[in-house]
């Protein structure tokens, strides 16, 4: 997979994106991420990449024409690829592991960072943009949200996170928050490990793993109880989990 990113701050990659598991799939070949400096892409003295807003108001706007320009030059560096154009927006729709999944699919990513009051709203239209949003907060940049999008993106490439069911077990991806886990020592500071976990019993694991999966699902995260699909064994745990706090 080939991601690029088009950034005003291309000295801030790859930053987190260059160790661990993403750094590497990219020294494995499996993704090759390539980081570009958006005022490459202007044609004045200035390298001006704003300016202000049509309609007045505070802060400045990012122009079209660098974006538009850094896009096409991707295009012709992978004339083959039809690359999604991904825009990181407070606007836009929410990034989630299922969206992960359909950006993975694509074998090119292009990612624009945005800053300042955002971006002219017509490279969103010109390029086919999809604006997508990290989480309903404010950041300064794009930058990080990119970072954001690479990182989550770029694990699902086959082969980038070592165990295949390391990824599958993930929460989210069996719709679940994850269960506790634990490591030595068995006692730390007067809280012990749960001791069926110290048990050996493969089967009294496994249930009681997923009855505590469910029930931090239920007290943090309700919502997503109701759109997990649940087999018989863990409806028959929620029903004894909504016992014991009726
Ligand atoms: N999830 N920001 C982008 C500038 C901007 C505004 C509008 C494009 C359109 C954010 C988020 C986020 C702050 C990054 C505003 N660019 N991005 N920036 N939350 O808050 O993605």
Redesign the pocket.
């Known amino acids: 997979m080939r991601i690029d990113v088009v950034t005003i701050f291309p000295e801030i990659f790859p930053g987190p994106l260059g160790v661990g598991v993403i750094g590497r799939a990219q020294q494995h070949g499996l993704l090759e991420l390539v980081v570009w400096d958006l005022r490459t892409f202007t044609r004045d003295r200035h390298r001006s990449v704003d300016g202000l807003p049509y309609g007045g108001g505070a802060g400045m706007v990012?122009m079209p024409e660098p974006f538009v320009r850094a896009v096409e030059a991707i295009r012709a560096c992978a004339p083959d690829s039809a690359p999604r154009v991904v825009?990181?927006?407070?606007?836009?729709e929410m990034l989630t592991q299922a969206r992960a999944r359909a950006l993975a699919a694509a074998p090119h990513l292009v990612v624009l960072?945005?800053?300042?009051?955002?971006?002219d709203d017509r490279v969103a239209d010109l390029l086919g943009a999809e604006?997508?949003?990290?989480?309903?907060?404010?950041?300064?940049?794009?930058e990080l949200?990119a970072m954001v999008v690479v990182e989550v993106v770029a694990r699902l490439v086959p082969g980038a996170v070592g165990a295949v069911a390391s990824v599958a077990e993930d929460s989210f991806s069996a719709g679940l928050l994850d269960f506790p886990q634990y490591t030595r020592p068995a006692e730390f500071r007067g809280h012990a490990v749960p001791q069926v976990l110290l048990s050996g019993h493969h089967e009294e694991i496994r249930r009681w793993r997923k009855r505590e999966a469910l029930r931090r699902t239920l007290l943090r995260r309700p919502e997503m109880i109701d759109a997990a699909v649940l087999d018989e064994e863990a409806r028959a745990l929620l029903a004894e989990l909504r016992g014991e706090t009726a």
């Open positions: 990012m825009l990181t927006s407070p606007q836009g960072c945005g800053r300042y009051e955002g971006v604006e997508i949003s990290i989480g309903d907060y404010v950041l300064t940049g794009g949200a």
